[in-house]
DNA sequence: CCCGTACTTGAAGTGGACTTCAACTGCAGT
DNA sequence: ACTGCAGTTGAAGTCCACTTCAAGTACGGG
């Protein structure tokens, strides 16, 4: 089976790394497409290892594939996404990353500040807040208190 | 109604933040108790509280209900919990953090590193690499690479 | 004693991101 | 042509942390 411009199922598995179960989800959700045979088995153009590989990092950052299929509908149709593409894209994933770093780092604080007290009472504790009821009028023009933008690993 | 040494459901949900909903599936899921009335319903300890505080605060930092009905465990069972208590688990806690501190920044700073290159190439690029299949023979001794230790927050 | 509100239960639903299953069909080497 | 692996489908299952539902029961002030 010598190298070609299509890629059958298996191939592109094992070179994305997704299982072929996966290919199939995405390409139901709309993230990536195939073109078929006569006998309609799908075949890949060689950019969908591309697409995907956008589509780990991208999950890797914490997005959602609702949000990776709409950055993908922001990326060039047919064409290859060029050098400012990949900046503006990145950027995103950047700020996004840094939200999450902020939040991490006030709940180590707010952790920190509790380490000495050995408090957790449901009104003073900042770590044990349910979601910030104290200082939650309604959007608060400050900041979000309490990371609801972290979680626990995909299993 | 004036406060007595047991509550009810509702006083229990208003006072922790959890729905009364949430109480019984933690009462399932063993990580509280509570006592019955003659008629088959629920009165709390006060004591239930400080646990409930405990369970946002540990959910809050990212563990499990899995990990959360471990750590209850290793709580004194019956007497209030003690400072030294608190710093041993408020220090499991914190290198929890720092573990997710520091994947999130590796994350960002290989984000870094490809805003100027435009890769996500399959092979070179560190955010787009499956699990490090690249450096993965078995535990390697240095690091994780990328980290499956963040994730998207529960909508 | 009455009545409305609070509470009880088990079962089923939610959502995100997939995986697994069963039953079938296509593709390619000999 | 045969054979066996690779591929196809829709439906259902999985995991986690809950919530919602329906149908029925308890509590407690008046």
Same mark, same amino acid.
């Given at each position: 089976?010598?190298?070609?411009?299509?890629?059958?199922?298996?191939?592109?598995?094992?070179?994305?790394?997704?299982?072929?179960?996966?290919?199939?989800?995405?390409?139901?959700?709309?993230?990536?497409?195939?073109?078929?045979?006569?006998?309609?088995?799908?075949?890949?153009?060689?950019?969908?290892?591309?697409?995907?590989?956008?589509?780990? !990092? !991208?999950?890797?950052?914490?997005?959602?594939?609702?949000?990776?299929?709409?950055?993908?509908? +922001?990326?060039?149709?047919?064409?290859?996404?060029?050098?400012?593409?990949?900046?503006?894209?990145?950027?995103?994933?950047?700020?996004?990353?840094?939200?999450?770093?902020?939040?991490?780092? !006030?709940?180590?604080?707010?952790?920190?500040?509790?380490? +000495?007290?050995?408090?957790?009472?449901?009104?003073?504790?900042?770590?044990?807040?349910?979601?910030?009821?104290?200082?939650?009028?309604?959007? !608060?023009?400050?900041?979000?208190?309490?990371?609801?933008?972290?979680?626990?690993?995909?299993?």
């Amino acid at each position: 089976m010598e190298p070609t411009d299509v890629l059958t199922v298996s191939e592109v598995a094992e070179r994305s790394g997704f299982a072929a179960s996966a290919l199939r989800y995405y390409e139901k959700q709309g993230l990536i497409d195939a073109t078929r045979t006569s006998g309609g088995q799908r075949r890949y153009a060689r950019s969908v290892l591309r697409r995907l590989a956008f589509i780990r !990092a !991208a999950s890797n950052v914490g997005l959602s594939l609702d949000e990776i299929r709409t950055e993908l509908a +922001g990326l060039p149709k047919g064409r290859t996404p060029t050098k400012s593409d990949w900046h503006r894209i990145s950027g995103h994933w950047r700020t996004r990353l840094d939200e999450q770093l902020e939040a991490l780092e !006030a709940l180590r604080d707010k952790l920190d500040s509790c380490i +000495g007290c050995g408090c957790l009472s449901l009104k003073q504790c900042g770590i044990s807040n349910p979601a910030d009821k104290a200082a939650a009028s309604d959007d !608060a023009p400050g900041a979000a208190y309490l990371p609801a933008l972290l979680r626990r690993p995909p299993h």
